[in-house]
C-alpha cells in the first residue's frame, strides 16, 4: 500500500464508528469472525482496544491483519483501522477506488 492509499484510507477512516471491540479477555475467534465479515461487506474497518487489555497494540494489529487477510491502515490510540479489498464488492461495483 502506497502513502497515497494509506492517507486516501485514513482520511475515509475519520468518520467510521468503531463495530468491533477488544477487551481483557484478550483475542477472541469471535473478534476474528466479525472483523473478518465486516471487511467482505465493507472494505474498511475500525476496531476499539479497550483500556483493560495489555499488550502492545501494534503487535496486536499486525496479529489481527494476519490472521484475517487484511492490511493495517493506521493504529492511532486506542483504534486499529484495517483494510482489505473485497473481489466480492468489485463485481457489484462497490469497491473502494484507490488512488494510484
Do not use: W
Not at 502506497?2 to 477487551?23: D, E, P, V
Not at 490510540?77 to 473481489?87: E, L, P
Amino acid at each position: 500500500m502506497t502513502s497515497k492509499q494509506r492517507a486516501f484510507l485514513i482520511k475515509l477512516s475519520h468518520t467510521l464508528q468503531a463495530n468491533c471491540q477488544i477487551g481483557k479477555a484478550g483475542l477472541v475467534e469471535g473478534n476474528l469472525q466479525q472483523l473478518d465479515a465486516m471487511l467482505d461487506k465493507t472494505e474498511l474497518v475500525k476496531a476499539n482496544v479497550l483500556p483493560t487489555f495489555d499488550t502492545d497494540l501494534r503487535d496486536l494489529a499486525n496479529e489481527i491483519a494476519k490472521d484475517i487477510k487484511a492490511e493495517v491502515v493506521i493504529v492511532i490510540g486506542r483504534k486499529i483501522v484495517f483494510y482489505r479489498h473485497s473481489k466480492e464488492l468489485a463485481k457489484k461495483g462497490k469497491a473502494l477506488v484507490l488512488p494510484r
